[in-house]
């Protein structure tokens, strides 16, 4: 069971805008930042979003992130085939006093 | 370019020791801190520990803790990771991740390609 909660999947069609939500608490979303990690298949994670919404240099403008709460969601629009991967969210926990993963979302590109 | 190689896994038995190192290159080492992250076969990611820039903090995952031991060697651009008394449910791909600050309470922004550490008798 992880600390941070994912929906297991999600999908959408060539296009399409998708959302991927990662619920936590106050000690972890609630009081710091959110990290998106995309995984292609047989690959090592990738840094997508850091700090809650800060898209790094190469990842492109169709990835946002947002953060409210203890809650968080990384949005993809225009959807395309290569976005078909695994999605994490991450964020440290002041209580654990240690890192905490969502426990991934496979997004499947219809 | 950031690189990051990790070596060191491969087969042991249970109880058995294991160091897995992870070697750098591409970016001022000693003014970042680092991270191991595993992943069980077909499973998420599970963040393992980290380690300031300079070795001043250190933190484990209760899963790990009293057994694996991180260390860094900034002259040598080198992060280790020393796995004492391995378990089955040790079994899993090993990340080395540069962290984004100093401190290892920030996210990784790189990740290096992993090595496979099999537990099993």
């Known amino acids: 069971q992880s600390v941070l909660t994912q929906p297991p999947s999600a999908s959408g069609t060539p296009g399409q805008r998708v959302t991927i939500s990662c619920s936590g608490s106050?000690?972890?979303?609630?009081?710091?930042?959110v990290y998106w990690y995309q995984q292609l298949p047989g690959t090592a994670p990738k840094l997508l979003m850091y700090?809650?919404?800060q898209r790094p240099s190469g990842v492109p403008d169709r990835f946002s992130g947002s953060k409210s709460g203890t809650s968080a969601s990384l949005a993809i629009s225009g959807l395309r085939s290569e976005d078909e991967a695994d999605y994490y969210c991450?964020?440290?926990?002041?209580?654990?006093?240690?890192?905490?993963f969502g426990g991934g979302t496979k997004l499947t590109v219809l | 370019e950031v690189q990051l190689v990790e070596s060191g896994g491969g087969l042991v038995q249970p109880g058995r020791s294991l160091r897995l190192s992870c070697a750098a290159s591409?970016?001022?080492?000693?003014?970042?801190?680092m991270h191991w992250v595993r992943q069980a076969p077909g499973k998420g990611l599970e963040w393992v520990s980290g380690?300031?820039?300079?070795?001043?903090?250190?933190g484990y995952a209760d899963s790990v803790k009293g057994r694996f031991t991180i260390s860094r060697d900034n002259a040598k651009n080198s992060l280790y990771l020393q796995m004492n008394s391995l378990r089955a449910e040790d079994t899993a791909f090993y990340y080395c991740?540069?962290?984004?600050?100093?401190?290892?309470?920030?996210?990784?922004?790189?990740w290096g390609q992993g090595t496979l550490v099999t537990v099993s008798s």
């Open positions: 991740a540069k962290v984004e600050a100093r401190e290892y309470n920030f996210g990784s922004d790189y």
């Open positions: 591409g970016f001022t080492f000693d003014d970042s801190a």
């Open positions: 380690i300031s820039y300079n070795s001043g903090t250190i």
């Open positions: 106050s000690s972890n979303i609630g009081s710091n930042f």
């Open positions: 700090r809650s919404n």
């Open positions: 991450a964020a440290w926990d002041d209580s654990l006093s240690g890192w905490v």
